[in-house]
Each structure stands twice: as C-alpha cells, then as structure tokens.
C-alpha cells in the first residue's frame, strides 16, 4: 500500500476523535476515515473503544454516520485481518439494539439494513444469526425488498436517535430466552466472560482457514526467495545484467507477498493472543471464587461440628 504513511501519518486517540466529531453521511467522508482506520488496524482496540465513546456521545444523525463507517472498516479489513471484526464485535450488539428499540423507524431501518448485510456477506462469520437474535430476538424482521448498499455507500436519508449502550455489568452473563413454547436455548450476554471467551475462540476458529493459507504461501515465497536470491548472485557473476534486472523484479514482487503474508499472520497471532488472555483472566476469575467458595465450605462444616457437639453435650446433660 504505497504512500499510506504520508497520507495518513501516526496513530493518535485525539486526532481520532476529532476525525469521528467532523464525520457526515458523504460517502467520501466515510470512506476517507475508513481508510485511516484500517490503515491503523494494529491499533484496532483504540480505535473501536473511542469510536463507542464517540458513537454514546453523538447526535441522532452522526450515529448513523458512525454505523456505517463501522460497515465500511468491517468489510473493507476482513482481508487483511481480523482485528476489527473482533473488537466490533464487543461493541457493536449492544448499540445496535439499543438503537433499534429506541429509534424511529428510519433508524431501525438503518440497524436491519447493516444485520442483513453483514449476515448476507458473512463479516463476523457464523455468529450473524447470533447477531440477529441478540438484537431482534425471535420476532427478526424480515430482510428488507429493497438491496443493500454498497460496502462504502452510506443511505443520505436516515437519521438515528440518541441512545446510551451502556451494559449493567452486574448482569447475569448467561440469559435463557424462549425459543418456542416448549423449548429454552441458553444465551450469552454480550459482555460478559463466558460471551468473550467465546467471541474470541470464534474469531479464531473463522480465521483457521486464511493462517493454514498463510503459513503455506509464506513458507512457498520464502523458498522461492532463496532460489531466486541463489539465481541472482549467479547472474551477477557471468555479468547478465538483463536477466538480473529481471530477477530483482521478481524478488521485490515476491518480498512484498511475504510481507503480506506476515501481516496476515500477525493479525491471526494477535486473536490468538487476546483468547489466551481472556482464557487467563477467566481461570483468575475462577479459582478466586474456587477459594471463596472453598473458605465457605470449611466455615459451614465447622459450624456443623460445632452444632454436633453442642447437640451431644446437651442430650448427656439430660440424662446425668
């Protein structure tokens, strides 16, 4: 991507949120702050959590805004890896919903519009029918006649209306919602331990294909690289300029799909690192409460002694 850094210049939270405060509906205005976006992918938890903040703060007209460039970073990313897709995740749910019960109909619109697509194009994988279900719940719209926009086409004539998606995190992280009326499905609240762990083993798992592509083409170019890089040492002895010309071409061609490939596999690496953490913060979490609940354990098993004996002690009372 040649040019990027002039054009884009070093990450920075505060030229972030004053690039988000100045976004509008235009398409090029969308596409614009997109792009720096993605630009930053490695940045992709920052830019996601000011982008929320902003979203919360935000007037009804810039929130639609600020969904469709969340559309655009979505799908325009995937390709290059899944940092986006993962920390949108987190967020995303809570204020579309909060937004689809809240709004008017236009900005409903705005919400079922975005679900069908990323359903339809599969952005956040084979959890988008979890999506559906966390916003919707059983009585999901139907997909709406008219086709969706373009990735980068943003609608000029929704408006949204001020939300706050602000979760209660002292909910219970698994909900049970009626299927039916005979059957209950267990449901993970988005936000909580057990939905993260398993939002970032999915994010995961969709990937399992592009590092299995990656670590394969990776290991072909490096090979290749060594050959030509034997190959070009050999044209510049016997003096062929031509073919070393040549072969320069090819090793340049051939680094920069290296260099793509390492990205690929860095963004993949980086998933991987935040399940682990997750993981580790949930086994914490769990023998702390295995140690309260162990603490607990032996206090009621002495008080039951205690119990015992005081019992024991009165009855031989009773009877001398």
Same mark, same amino acid.
Request: charged residues 25%.
């Given at each position: 991507?040649?040019?990027?850094?002039?054009?884009?210049?070093?990450?920075?939270?505060?030229?972030?949120?004053?690039?988000?405060?100045?976004?509008?509906?235009?398409?090029?205005?969308?596409?614009?702050?997109?792009?720096?976006?993605?630009?930053?992918?490695?940045?992709?938890?920052?830019?996601?959590?000011?982008?929320?903040?902003?979203?919360?703060? $935000?007037? &009804?007209?810039?929130?639609?805004? !600020?969904?469709?460039? /969340? @559309?655009? +970073?979505?799908?325009?990313? #995937?390709?290059?890896?899944?940092?986006?897709?993962?920390?949108?995740?987190?967020?995303?749910?809570?204020?579309?919903?909060?937004?689809?019960?809240?709004?008017?109909?236009?900005?409903?619109?705005?919400?079922?519009?975005?679900?069908?697509?990323?359903?339809?194009?599969?952005?956040?994988?084979?959890?988008?029918?979890?999506?559906?279900?966390?916003?919707?719940?059983?009585?999901?719209?139907?997909?709406?006649?008219?086709?969706?926009?373009?990735?980068?086409?943003?609608?000029?004539?929704? $408006?949204? &209306?001020?939300?706050?998606?602000? !979760?209660?995190?002292? /909910? @219970?992280? +698994?909900?049970?919602?009626? #299927?039916?009326?005979?059957?209950?499905?267990?449901?993970?609240?988005?936000?909580?331990?057990?939905?993260?762990?398993?939002?970032?083993?999915?994010?995961?798992?969709?990937?399992?294909?592009?590092?299995?592509?990656?670590?394969?083409?990776?290991?072909?170019?490096?090979?290749?690289?060594?050959?030509?890089?034997?190959?070009?040492?050999?044209?510049?002895?016997?003096?062929?300029?031509?073919?070393?010309?040549?072969?320069?071409?090819?090793?340049?061609?051939?680094?920069?799909?290296?260099?793509?490939?390492?990205?690929?596999?860095?963004?993949?690496?980086?998933?991987?690192?935040?399940?682990?953490?997750?993981? #580790?913060?949930?086994?914490?979490?769990?023998?702390?409460?295995?140690?309260?609940?162990?603490?607990?354990?032996?206090?009621?098993?002495?008080?039951?002694?205690?119990?015992?004996?005081?019992?024991?002690?009165?009855?031989?009372?009773?009877?001398?």
């Amino acid at each position: 991507m040649k040019g990027e850094t002039g054009n884009n210049g070093a990450f920075s939270e505060h030229v972030l949120a004053e690039k988000l405060s100045k976004l509008n509906n235009s398409q090029q205005s969308i596409e614009t702050l997109s792009h720096w976006c993605i630009f930053h992918r490695k940045k992709a938890r920052n830019v996601v959590e000011i982008w929320e903040k902003q979203f919360n703060s $935000s007037s &009804k007209d810039q929130k639609v805004s !600020l969904l469709y460039l /969340s @559309n655009d +970073i979505l799908q325009n990313s #995937k390709r290059k890896g899944g940092e986006f897709v993962n920390e949108f995740w987190k967020v995303l749910p809570a204020c579309l919903r909060n937004v689809y019960e809240h709004s008017e109909e236009s900005s409903k619109k705005v919400v079922t519009r975005l679900v069908d697509i990323w359903d339809e194009r599969k952005v956040f994988g084979s959890r988008s029918r979890a999506l559906k279900d966390d916003i919707f719940g059983d009585g999901a719209p139907a997909p709406a006649p008219t086709p969706p926009p373009p990735a980068s086409a943003p609608a000029q004539d929704i $408006s949204g &209306k001020s939300s706050n998606s602000n !979760l209660n995190s002292q /909910s @219970n992280p +698994i909900k049970i919602a009626r #299927k039916d009326a005979t059957t209950l499905r267990v449901k993970l609240a988005v936000g909580g331990m057990p939905e993260k762990i398993v939002t970032s083993y999915q994010s995961l798992f969709d990937e399992n294909l592009n590092e299995e592509a990656a670590l394969n083409n990776c290991s072909t170019s490096v090979g290749l690289l060594e050959k030509i890089e034997k190959d070009l040492n050999e044209a510049s002895i016997s003096g062929n300029q031509q073919q070393v010309s040549s072969l320069i071409s090819d090793f340049q061609e051939r680094e920069a799909s290296v260099r793509k490939f390492i990205e690929q596999l860095e963004g993949i690496e980086a998933l991987r690192t935040s399940l682990i953490d997750q993981l #580790k913060e949930a086994i914490k979490e769990q023998e702390s409460k295995s140690e309260l609940v162990c603490a607990q354990i032996h206090v009621r098993a002495f008080l039951t002694y205690t119990r015992s004996l005081y019992y024991m002690w009165s009855c031989l009372y009773c009877i001398y």
